[in-house]
């Protein structure tokens, strides 16, 4: 699945470590999803999108696999 992670992270100035620490997780999970290497539970992908006040469907794009 892939996503706009980065892009939205970047867009309000946080670094991974800033984000990891608001969502609850580790700088590494946040390393992988933005790699595209893990996907999230549905439990914190809806933490992120809320995080950052857009749809889930904003942030993660299922690509048909």
């Known amino acids: ?3 706009r992670l980065r ?3 970047e ?5 991974q470590e800033e984000l990891a620490r608001a969502l609850g997780v580790t700088r590494q999970t946040i390393i992988a999803i933005e790699k595209g290497k893990y996907d999230p539970s ?3 992908a809806f933490r992120i999108a809320r995080f950052f006040g857009v749809k889930i469907e904003d942030v993660f794009i ?3 696999e």
């Open 1 to 3: 699945m892939k996503n």
């Open 7 to 9: 892009e939205l992270r």
């Open 11 to 15: 867009k309000k100035g946080l670094t």
């Open 42 to 44: 549905l439990k914190l």
């Open 62 to 64: 299922y690509d048909g």
